[in-house]
Every structure is written in structure tokens, then in C-alpha cells.
């Protein structure tokens, strides 16, 4: 009795996870064909909405599409939590997830599982007038599976009453940190706490001087490469001679801002978010003294941003695909798109947006950003992401510390992320 | 605390000569200075310490946004917009909302946790038969698997038979994890009580089950209360369930709070959180003062026994 | 386990009214009304979870099919999931099995089974010790008990979370407690500081919890004990150890106990103040979080470091029952023979 059951289970287990492969591989079957066609009401799920941009969104929206009502479904502010939010619903096959909110760097492991619908035949998006950086976030094994929906990219946070030229090369930005010294500031800061933002500062290191964490496969890692150790080298060196302070090691965004914000730090590596409370805020000491720039980069153009940012995906168990396509078209517009840049701060992924003048009035940081995000690279774009993640991270955070040298921190994160992409 | 001890012990001993019926008097009086004065300087440390960092987040619930970092240690750049942005609606927070939601699942899950938990504790305490090690290993072994692990199938389960974002998919976990210690600390108690009362009350004439509501119950009441505000709170603080399991109407404050947001991405609203915290910890404390009557009250009950 | 399925009964049975002593067997059939409701409820929300992770473990996690860059089922693992955490074994790109490099989360795993028992033995003496002294002075009569008592409980009426995001900002670089102490720790990434961070935070959040339980003991012991003692002229350390402390050891062992489950799986209070990170990456990963992340990485996986953390739980709440003599069981028939008053 006990066994039998416990075999029912165990069978359903596998009949799941064969199901879902199956599904994934022709991208539809049968029974989901009527869906690709069919118009509805349909649920939009994303993060808590901040700046309170997607309900009058979606109000407009409804008013204008009475029978194809779209319903919005607010998740955490987390991050982690979203993800796990929206592979839980995936698993259970939630019909009510119509159209879903990725992170930039979920969005391949949720097109491998085989849940996200991809964008093509008639539900294909136009992406020509999207920054490529955003499209090749939202691409996986040659296939569009989500449409860029927000950007973000990393910006030079520097004090203009110090330094009149920003530094453009990572050489400059270190012979400036004399200035720090004299001022009796520290110099350079990022995010490199154990977190995501980690991540994204070695990956930014790495790409900037021209190597990459993996090939374009998405699994294979290639950190063996001369450039990839420049990368990580000029993080651990600066960290070791101070001119990134000791107390970066615990920064994640919000504590590097407060010490820009403070004037303890000449510069600082942030989002645009930083720009505005900067100037507002009341504890701020340097409202007027600061200014922005392109990450630095390596001689050739501006640094190598992380991009950051959302796209939205139409999920395969979708029961009303083309209203689903409809209405991502219409979180792609320009109109919307300017929506989200003056009510939410959220990064266009259109260019022209960029340049709209009443909006740079508004957002004085939008050219420096569009330089950013024009040379911005996607973190790795992998299935595995997590585990790469994990993988950079933890031998990164040991090499900035100096517990590991540069050369042992690479070697495993190598092995790291082959072990990752052989299933463990 | 065994510094003083000679003097205190030979005071106490000198004055527990004048010990009489009303036992609750004969314990103030019966007290040394030097204990009294010992017992105000570990109280008012107690106190400092518990409320320091309470303190602190009440300082900064109060304070302005753009001074998030100010390290003064006295109220500055007051403000109350914290708590208006915890109670805004318009910017999706429901925190009013949340608020009744975890007192109802709150006192849900403490009522049925202690009315199982009771039959429970009075079978394993009070009867013998077979298999009580395994039962008792069974329900000890039921809070031993990391909680985490158990988030994925009970999501597929509740979503499978339709409870997704219902109140009883959030009670009935919550439940079964104060189960245990429900059992095991009623069950320890129980063991502690002078069933020959209840002995004596059969032989009144009342049944077991009498004996059982009308003797030993309201000689356990504070071991009953204590029990009580344990699978309150540890209810009132469940979070990683409720997070997946909860659907906005249902959200309790726990998961409410996590889902708290700056106006800007990456920015961390502290302030308004710390408002929150606030907010949620208020009518803890304000219960607890209730509570603390009944407790006392339980132990002048208890008092009779011996 | 096998009524994993079945619905929970509304209400519980009334126990069986009888007038006379009841032998065992008639007993057994009360308890088991009793017990049922209990066991019911234990079996489906967490005997059913367990009984499918266990399962799931034995499984592969699904892997990338290399033309359609598709996850497929990974298919019967055996105890390869074991093996991996256990004996941190990997498998490198040709499919050969290598020792798991650092990054991966299997090289985590002893170094996470180590830092959740520092934390959980520090945690639980501090607790007890601290509970313990709270318990006493709550029992005394003053005036100011009720403030003392609320006062006691604010930690721990404050949500993990919550906590968690307090302490967090209290422990910042430029937060109050570096500002109070003139000092410039790292409390969020230095090996020792972090760890004594988490500690600090989770000895104030839960101390409360022991001197309650504490204090609940400490109430039903008769006043006429102590005032014995004192005619015998018992100094108060000795009315302490030789009275207070066996007479409180069952509220006691049962809080301890919980305690140290509870310690063994901690979560919140490291994932929020220092990422799991700390010293050179991993000073505060507790296997709960290994969990959490393995689980984002892959869930069969996952199950199978959740039952490996289950049993090594399941170990330790054993040795501290024989061991240390918490065998509810056993005490309580002594004390039914009459052996205790």
C-alpha cells in the first residue's frame, strides 16, 4: 500500500519532468495551439511596482481593450523571491502567469525549462529600434523569448568639485585616486559584497578589459584567458592598495551611495537610481558637487556596463497568447517606454528615447546612460546562471579579499562553471 | 549571583520565620534590600538590553528618508511619513490589511495548535500504550527538516486541491509547526502536575475527561499561556510559507513588510520598514500585557497545589 | 506517513468516557483518538513534502540537451546526490568525476555543516544561560515585573525579517553600532565580526523564547521547597543548582531541545545580515542557506542536502535525548510510578 503509493508519486515525479521537457522542445503542442491565436483577459505579473507605473499603465489599457483586461499581479520587492514566485507557478503550469516579468538574467534558464514562449511566427516582436545589449539579454540558443521591457547600466558617480575631467581609461581613474588622498577621501567604490551585484562588478571588470565569464554556448566558462585575469586583477589590486576602501568589501548599493552621498568617496560605480536622491536627498553633502560619466573602460570607448533590467515573457501555459503579444507590444512602445522613464526612472530600451529632449530636462543623466548601455554586455547569458553566479562570486569575493591568488580565484571559478553546466 | 550569597541567605533566613498564609505578600516582604536593589539593577539591564535595539528602530521609523544613515542617538528630522507610506494604499501597501490577517491566522492557529496539542500532551503524559516512543519521534522528527525544503511541495499540493492564497493554506502550515513544541512543552508540563487531584476528583465522581477541564486544566493555565504566546508569535512571524503560499488578500504583515519599496529601484526603504516593524511589534506588546495578567493569575492557581 | 493524503478531520474525537482504571489496551485505542488529529495533520504538510524530496534526491536534476539547449530529465541518480555533498564529488565537462572546486556548492557543504553547529552550540549556551538568569528575575515580585516581562518579549515579537533588516542596518559600516563604539568593523564581512554579528542578533531575538519556557518551569515549583531550603540554611547559589535547576530540567531539556533544532536550520538572520558570506566567502553559510541556493540551482539536488541536513538534525536530537537524559518517555513513566513528587 505504502509502496505503491510512494511509486505513484515517483512516477507522477518523472511523467512531470518528461512532460515538461517534452513540451519545451516544440515549443507548443496541440492543445496550446488555440492559444497562440486566442484573444482574453490575461494576468501581468511583476515585482512590487516602486514608482506606481504599472497600474495607470494598465488602466489605460483596459479602458482602451474592454474585453481583453489585463490584471495585475504584484510580487515582492525581492528579487529572489520573484524568481522563486515564478518558477513555483511554472511548475504548478499556472494558467493565470500570462505575461511575466524576468530579470535580465533568468530569462535563459526560464527558456530552457521550456517556459517562455518564443517570440516568432506571429507572435514576433520588431526589434529593430531596441539597443542590441537589451535583445541579446532576452536571446537564447538564437531564439527571442522575452522583449526588453526596462534597462539599466552602470554609471561613474564622480565629485566635479575634485576632479574637472572624469577619468575614461581604468589607468586614469587610479591615477586620480591622488586627488582622493589629498582630499583625504577614499577613491573608487562598487558594489562587492557577496551578492548579485558582485557579479556584476567582476563581470564588468572582466569584460571591460576584453575577456569574457563564458562563450556564447552559455556554459562553457573562459576565464582562462589573459584578459579575464587584467579584469579581476585591477578589482584585487586597487581593494589591496586602498584605493577601494576596506569597507567596500561590505557595500551593496545602497551602502556605497550613502557614502558618495556622505562625501567619503570620490567616485562611485552605481545605477542610475543614485542620480536623483543624490540631489535631493537631506543628509546629501554633495548635491551640487558631482557629476556623472561612462564607466571607465580600457583605451578603446567606455567601460563595459553590466546590463541590468527587465524583459517581459509571455509564459508558455498562457491561455490567451495573442492578447499576451498585444499587450507586451504596448509595454514596448515609445509612449510607454517614456512613461516608465519620467514617472519610474526605468531605463528605456529604445534608443530614440534617449535623446527625446524633454525627457533628458528631466533625466540629465539619460546620455551618459545610453553611452553606458550601448557598450553594455549581458551578465552571461546561461541556464546555469545561478550556479555561475554562485561560482563568481564566491571565488571573486576570496580574491578581493586576498585569501586566493587571482590566478587560483580564475582556475576554479573555471572548473566551477564546467562542473554547473555538467549537471552539479 | 553567589557573591552575595552569605549575607542575603542569612537575611533571608532570619525573615523567612515570619512566612504566612498570603503567600504573594510573604514574598515581597520576605526580600532584603540588597536582593531588592540587585533584582532592579538586572531588571533595568534586561530592560536596556531587550529595548536598545527596539529603541533604535523606533528613532529611525520616525526619521526623515534622506537621513537614513544619521547616526544620532536622539530623535532627528521627525517625521511621520514613514507611517503614512506603510499605510499607503496608493502605493501598494497593504499594511492594514496584513495587519488583521496575521492577528486572525494568528489566533487561529493558537487556538487550534493548543486544543490538538492538549489531547496530544494528555495522551503522551498521562496514558500508557504502545508505540509512545515512536509517536513522540515522529513528532519531534516533524520539525527537523529544513523548512525551506518543504516549500515546493506544499505549493503544488495547495495549488492541486485549489487552496492557493486561502487562509487555510497558511493556517494549516503554520500549525504543524508550532505542533511540536505545543506537544513537547505541554507534555513536560503535564508530567509536572499533581494528578493525584485529578485522582481525587474521580473519586468524587467525575470522569477522566472531567477530572481532566475542571482540576488539572486550570492548574496548567500558565504553562497553557506561556504555550499560548509561543505559537502566537511563532505564527505572527512565519514568513517563508506565507510568501509563496499567500495571495494579496491574505498576505500577512511578515510577507507584507518583505514587499516594502523604496520610490526608487535598488533603494532600500529602512525608514518605512522600521515603521513597520514598529506598527507589527505594538499590539504584540499590548497582548503581552493582557497576557501577563492571566499568567499570574495561573500562578496563584498553581499556588494551591502541594 | 501513508495518510499523506487524506483530508484532516474536522474535529477530534471525543475521548472515550470510562469510570474506571483503563488497562493498556484500552489506553492505547484513547491515545490514539487523541494523538490522531496531531499526526494527521504532521503527515500532510510535512510528512508528504519530506517523502517527496526524499524521492526527488535519487533523482538527476534535469540537464541541457545539447542540440535543442532544452533541459531534459536528468533521469535515476542513485546516490550520486549523496555522494556529491557528502564526498564532494563532481562532474567536470567530459563527464568524469572530479573533487567539487570552490564556487561549486558541494565544496560548501562541510564547511556549512561547521558553521551551523558553532552557531548552534554558541547560540543555545548563550541562550540558556541568559534565558535562565531573565526567567529568575521575571519570577521575583517587584514592581515593574509586567514592564520587565513585555519588555522581554519585544525581540522576539519583531519578525525575523525584520530583524534581520534592523540588525543589518544597526551592524553597517556606518551604522549606530560602529558609531557608538568609535570603532570601524566590518561587521557584515569580517570571518569573526560576521559571525559574532549573527550571534549577537540571534541571542537577542531568542533568548526570550528560553526564559519564557523557563519561567514557566519555574512557576510550578512550590514556594514551601525554597522556603525548606532556607530554613536548612541553603546558600542561594546551592538552592540554585541543587533545587531550582533539577526541578526546572524537563521546561528546561524541552527548550533546549527546540532550540537546537531551531539553530540547525537557520536561515533568516545570516541570509539577511551577511548574504552567507563573511571571512573569505562562506564564514556564515549554514546549511539552510546551501539549501536555498542549491535549490535555485537545482531542486533534485537540493532534496537531497535537505534530507542529509534532516538526518544529521535527526542524529543530533537523538544523542541530545540519550545523552542527556531529555527521553520524555522514559522520565515520565518513572514519574508515574510515583518516583518524583
Redesign the interface.
Known sequence: MKAARLSAIAGMAIAGLVLAGCSSGSGGSGGTDASLTSHGPITYVQGKDNSNVVRPLIDKWNAAHPKEKVTFKEQSDQADQQHDDLVQNFQAKNKNYDVVDVDVVWTAEFAAKGWLQPLEGALAIKTTDLLPATVASATYGGKLYAAPQTSDGGILYYRSDLIKTPPTTWDELMSDCAVAKTAGIDCYAGQYAKYEGLTVNVAEAINTAGGTIVAKDGKTPTLNTPEAKKGLQRLVDAYKNGDIPSAAITYQEEQGRQAFEAGKLLFLRNWPYVYSLAKTDGSSTVKDTFGIAPLPGNGNGPGASSLGGHNAAISVYSQHKATAHDFIEFLESSETQKFFATQGSLAPVIESVYTDPTLVEKLPYLPVLLKSIKSAVPRPVSPFYPAVTTAVQDNAYAAIKGDVTVDKALTDMQAAISAASAGN | MSSVTAGSSTAAATLGLSRTAVRAKVRVRRKGTAQRVRTAISAIVIVIWCLLPFYWMIITAFRDVGYTYDTAFWPTHVTLDNFTTAFSTALGNHLGQALLNSLFIGVCVTAIALLIGTFAAYALARLDFRFKGVVLGLILGASMFPGVALITPLFQLFTNIGWFGTYQALILPSISFVLPLTVYTLTSFFREMPWDLEEAARIDGCTQGQAFRKVILPLAAPAVFTTAILAFISSWNEYLISSQLSSDATQPVTVAIASFAGSQPHQEPYTAVMAAGTIVTVPLVILVLIFQRRIVAGLTAGGVKG | ??T??EV?TPG?P??V???RT?K?NR??R???Y??A???V??A??????????I??SF???????AT???????GFAGLSNYA?WLLQQ????S?NT?A?????????FWNAAGVTFFFTVVTVALETAIGT??AI?MN???R???????????????????TA???Y??F?????AN??FQT?I????DTWASRFAIIIADT?KTT??MA??I???L??I???VY?AA??D?????RT?TTITLPLIK??L??AI??RI??AL?M??LPAIL?????????ATTT??IL???Q?????N???AL?TI??II??IV?FIFVRVLGTN??R???A??KGTKA
Request: charged fraction near 10%; charge should be positive; glycine fraction near 12%.
Open positions: 506517513m501513508s499523506a493524503t484532516v477530534p471525543r475521548p468516557r470510562r469510570g483503563l493498556r489506553e492505547t484513547v491515545a490514539a487523541l494523538i488529529p496531531t499526526i495533520l504532521l500532510i504538510v510535512i510528512g508528504y513534502p519530506i517523502v517527496t524530496a524521492i526527488q533523482q538527476n536534476d534535469p540537464g541541457l540537451n535543442t539547449g532544452q533541459f531534459v530529465s536528468g556529491h563532481c562532474m567536470d565537462a563527464g572530479i567539487c572546486p570552490p564556487g561549486n556548492l558541494g565544496s560548501g538568569w531573565f528575575i521575583r515580585t517587584f515593574g515585573r509586567g514592564l520587565v516581562r513585555a519588555a522581554i518579549l519585544v525581540p522576539w515579537a519583531i519578525p525575523t525579517a525584520v533588516k534592523l540588525w542596518f544597526i553597517s559600516v556606518a551604522g549606530i558609531s557608538l570601524h566590518l561587521w557584515t564581512s537577542w526570550p523564547f519564557l519556557l519561567l514557566a518551569g512557576q510550578l512550590p514556594e514551601e522556603e532556607r530554613v540554611g541553603a546558600s542561594r547559589w540554585f524537563p521546561a531539556m524541552v531541545l527546540f533544532l531551531d536550520r536561515y533568516d551577511t548574504g552567507g558570506g563573511g571571512g573569505s566567502g562562506n546549511l539552510s539549501v536555498i541556493k535549490v535555485r540551482a537545482g531542486y539536488s537540493a532534496s535537505s541536513t534532516f538534525i535527526f536530537a520524555v518517555v522520565t515520565q513513566e514519574q508515574q
